[in-house]
């Protein structure tokens, strides 16, 4: 039998933690073999809600789940952990300056990135979701200089999941039919879905997404405004933001990381930028990658258009004024 994984999952009392363990604790993340220790750290005032999940988790049974770790202990919390999949964070309340969001949640994810490059295993994966998840992943990049860049991520495959699931519904197929879209930039609404490579599978073989839609001005228009702001019409149907979708594609995030991704497919990740396609390095940006022996890589020679490349500047502009606020915030 294979030794457990240790999963952190931060912010574990919250909405999308609440999604998100039982979906690792069944295997949905690390694959129905792998048994799993959770690690669950919230902050004080969440203490009651986090042992009522831990609770839960055991009277749920799970075969796979070999223990729970339900802390407020920072260093509790990170010490040996594989995978760390940060949720928690600071939220953006009505009337706060955007610089007072960035500055508590550099003060979070400084800390927290020192206690996992002190106590987490070698070779930790981590998968940051909380909001602004591009820049905490950066700042978390900064404050944990021992931990290979290439393990730092941020989540857009929510964003990605998103778009296969738009193109599904208008042209009436399987989503699993679709494939390779990509999500450009931040996670936030200057991201760039993109379906210039995209492909869905027909009985007489892939074809085209732009070619089967047959609608530009749908897919450079309404397509694209859709899944930017599919955040904001999940809160105004539902009213709390999304996470039973979060949490699932975070476990995809996670999944096709380590055990990859299938031959001829993408999947957009958020990842430190080395210049490819002109986005300025050092970015935490979102790329289409594939995945292989538990290490990704930005699929490179795509053809970008001059639609696109504005699109991919707009993004990256953005990303690089929040970096720019975020430094402002660390001293
Ligand atoms: P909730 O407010 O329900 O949960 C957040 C939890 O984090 C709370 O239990 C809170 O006590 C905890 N927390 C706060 N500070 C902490 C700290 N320093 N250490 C540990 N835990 C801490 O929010 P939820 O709906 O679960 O969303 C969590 C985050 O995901 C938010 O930042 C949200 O913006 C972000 N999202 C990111 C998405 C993405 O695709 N990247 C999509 C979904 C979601 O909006």
Same mark, same amino acid.
């Given at each position: 039998?294979?030794? @457990? ?9 919250? =909405? ?5 363990? *039982?979906?690792?604790?069944?295997? /949905? ?5 792998? @048994? ?7 902050? *004080? *005032? ?7 999940? !831990? ?7 799970? *075969? ?16 040996? /952990?594989?995978?760390?999949?940060? /949720? ?21 994810? !400084? ?27 950066? &700042? ?7 931990? @290979?860049? !290439?393990? &730092? ?46 492909? /869905? !599978? ?26 930017? =702001? ?73 053809? &970008? ?27």
């Amino acid at each position: 039998a294979k030794e @457990p994984a240790r999963v952190l999952v931060t912010g574990a009392a919250g =909405q999308i933690g609440y999604a998100l363990v *039982p979906m690792i604790a069944r295997g /949905v993340m690390l694959g129905a073999d792998q @048994p799993v220790i959770l690690h669950l750290l919230d902050i *004080p *005032p969440a203490v009651e809600a986090l042992n009522g999940v !831990k609770m839960e988790l055991i009277d749920a049974a799970f *075969p796979l789940l070999k223990g729970v770790v339900a802390t407020t202990d920072v260093v509790e919390a990170c010490t040996g /952990v594989n995978i760390a999949v940060m /949720v928690g964070g600071f939220p953006r309340k009505e009337g706060m300056e955007r610089k007072d969001v960035m500055s508590k949640n550099v003060s979070i994810y !400084k800390s927290q990135a020192s206690a996992l490059e002190k106590h987490a295993a070698a070779n930790c994966k981590v998968l940051v979701v909380a909001n602004p998840a591009n820049t905490n992943a950066l &700042i978390l990049k900064e404050f944990a200089p021992s931990i @290979p860049e !290439k393990n &730092i991520t941020c989540l857009t495959r929510l964003d990605h999941n998103r778009a296969l699931g738009q193109v599904s519904e208008r042209l009436n197929v399987q989503v699993s039919d679709v494939k390779n879209v990509i999500i450009w930039g931040n996670h936030s609404s200057s991201q760039y879905p993109d379906v210039n490579h995209a492909t /869905v !599978k027909t009985p007489s073989g892939d074809k085209s997404v732009r070619e089967l839609v047959a609608d530009d001005a749908w897919l450079n228009g309404e397509f694209i405004a859709t899944v930017q =702001q599919r955040g904001a019409a999940i809160i105004k149907a539902r009213k709390f933001s999304s996470a039973l979708s979060a949490a699932s594609s975070a476990c995809d995030h996670i999944r096709d990381w380590v055990l990859g991704t299938p031959e001829g497919t993408w999947v957009s990740m958020g990842v430190y930028s080395d210049g490819s396609y002109n986005v300025p390095a050092g970015l935490i940006f979102s790329f289409p990658v594939t995945c292989c022996n538990g290490d990704w890589k930005i699929v490179q020679g795509l053809s &970008i258009d001059e639609f696109s490349r504005k699109k991919l500047d707009a993004t990256a502009d953005e990303l690089t004024e929040e970096k720019t606020l975020a430094y402002t915030c660390i001293n």
